[in-house]
């Protein structure tokens, strides 16, 4: 192992270069990046068309809790107003049991 602090590029190790040479000067086939990036933009596509639908839905079932729970607040209001009234008969009917 050498200790010297006057390092220079002649100090590398010519064996992994020899590697990384073979590795960055291999025949990458254009078509085949081109055809990678044609799946990826197809995918992003889908991916995009799957969260526009999806917002959608999500807006419509939205709209559709809002006025599922208008109607529930509006039925027991008629409930409890027909509750009411029923009582009130209940109490009459009774009256009139007790007066007769």
Known sequence: MRHDHNWTGADIDREPQSHYIVCMTKNIKPPVFGQE????????ETLLTTIDRLVK?????????????TERASLLEKHDS???????????????????
């Open 37 to 44: 990036v044609s799946r990826l933009e197809q995918q992003v």
């Open 82 to 100: 027909v509750r009411h009234r029923v009582e009130g008969i209940v109490t009459r009917l009774k009256s009139l049991e007790t007066g007769a």
């Open 57 to 69: 839905e999500n807006r419509s079932l939205r709209t559709q809790q809002e006025s599922l729970t």
